[in-house]
């Protein structure tokens, strides 16, 4: 039986209230729609205004640190070249001592001015040729002077059959700064050696020592901003967290990664892979 007008002036009504009753909800969720835009963008401006405001507080004090630095090193230079008399064998373990500490400050200052200059997007790669062995030979003289104890050996093995690299030789020098200073650290007998391989067109350096290793569930997080291992082997041996972290951000602006491997009581291998020539788009 078909419907009365009237009953399909009903419907039409009924339907025309849903739609406008839609179109409500629709507008109403469409401006909140758009406020949450709002905040989430004022959100973004805060925390990149945060990040910008960190980035200068850690430049600015890395600079102010340098000062001083240079002068505790410079005067331990004279005390152990001797310009104001003979030490004696406990002044010399002292000197040796501060001149071990400062350079440690030093390389976490160098690490703070670093990591502020790559969140603000102004760090520099500079690419050249240069060969491995002159790359070794610079970092064996760097440690030479800070290896305090003879309970622990650095030893740089002789590479072989790797060519010469195109890669940005200070930040890679870096990276490995704070692998071999690290390994150094963590162990207190042993040795740690230095290392590099060929595979294809990627070479990889690796920095494993006989220390006092990692536990795996700590491992995933190592090169994360001022991660440090929260275990109590490691309560006395404490640094700003921040050397790993920028290794693999500078083996990122390098085209390259960082991998660690680690046993508890055994050592660790720490690890950063890279194309033998940096490509020119890169950094």
């Given at each position: 039986?078909?419907?009365?007008?009237?009953?399909?002036?009903?419907?039409?009504?009924?339907?025309?209230?849903?739609?406008?009753?839609?179109?409500?909800e629709?507008?109403?969720?469409?401006?909140?729609?758009l406020?949450?835009?709002?905040?989430?963008?004022?959100?973004?401006?805060?925390?990149r205004?945060?990040?910008?405001?960190?980035?200068?507080f850690?430049?600015?004090?890395?600079?102010?640190?340098?000062?001083?630095?240079?002068?505790?090193?410079?005067?331990?230079?004279?005390?152990?070249?001797?310009?104001?008399?003979?030490?004696?064998?406990?002044?010399?373990?002292?000197?040796?001592?501060?001149?071990?500490?400062?350079?440690?400050?030093t390389?976490?200052?160098?690490?703070l001015?670093?990591?502020?200059?790559?969140?603000?997007?102004?760090?520099?790669?500079?690419?050249?040729?240069?060969?491995?062995?002159?790359?070794?030979?610079?970092?064996?003289?760097?440690?030479?002077?800070?290896?305090?104890?003879?309970?622990?050996?650095?030893?740089?093995?002789?590479?072989?059959?790797?060519?010469?690299?195109?890669?940005?030789?200070?930040?890679?020098?870096?990276?490995?700064?704070?692998?071999?200073?690290?390994?150094?650290?963590?162990?207190?007998?042993g040795?740690?050696?230095?290392?590099?391989?060929?595979?294809?067109?990627?070479?990889?350096?690796t920095?494993?020592?006989?220390?006092?290793?990692?536990?795996?569930?700590?491992?995933?997080?190592?090169?994360?901003?001022f991660?440090?291992v929260?275990?109590?082997?490691?309560?006395?041996?404490?640094?700003?967290?921040?050397?790993?972290?920028?290794?693999?951000?500078l083996?990122?602006?390098?085209?390259?990664?960082?991998?660690?491997?680690?046993?508890?009581?055994?050592?660790?291998?720490?690890?950063?892979?890279?194309?033998?020539?940096?490509?020119?788009d890169?950094?």
């Amino acid at each position: 039986m078909p419907e009365s007008a009237t009953d399909l002036q009903q419907e039409v009504a009924r339907l025309e209230a849903q739609v406008e009753a839609l179109s409500a909800e629709l507008a109403e969720t469409n401006q909140g729609v758009l406020a949450l835009y709002a905040e989430l963008d004022d959100n973004a401006l805060r925390l990149r205004e945060a990040s910008d405001l960190k980035s200068r507080f850690l430049s600015y004090m890395s600079h102010e640190f340098r000062t001083p630095l240079s002068s505790i090193q410079s005067i331990t230079r004279i005390l152990q070249d001797r310009l104001d008399g003979p030490l004696t064998d406990e002044q010399q373990k002292q000197v040796q001592f501060i001149q071990s500490a400062a350079f440690e400050l030093t390389e976490m200052v160098n690490d703070l001015l670093d990591l502020a200059k790559v969140e603000a997007g102004r760090v520099t790669i500079s690419p050249a040729w240069f060969e491995m062995v002159d790359l070794f030979s610079a970092l064996r003289g760097m440690f030479k002077p800070i290896l305090q104890s003879d309970a622990v050996s650095l030893v740089f093995e002789e590479p072989r059959d790797v060519p010469r690299l195109y890669t940005d030789d200070k930040k890679l020098s870096q990276i490995l700064r704070n692998f071999i200073s690290n390994a150094l650290k963590f162990t207190p007998r042993g040795e740690v050696r230095v290392s590099v391989q060929l595979a294809g067109d990627r070479v990889t350096f690796t920095v494993a020592d006989t220390g006092i290793g990692i536990a795996a569930e700590h491992l995933d997080g190592l090169f994360q901003d001022f991660v440090q291992v929260d275990a109590p082997i490691q309560k006395r041996l404490r640094g700003t967290g921040l050397g790993l972290s920028l290794s693999r951000k500078l083996a990122l602006l390098l085209g390259g990664g960082v991998a660690v491997e680690s046993t508890l009581g055994q050592g660790s291998k720490f690890s950063v892979t890279l194309p033998v020539e940096l490509p020119v788009d890169a950094g």
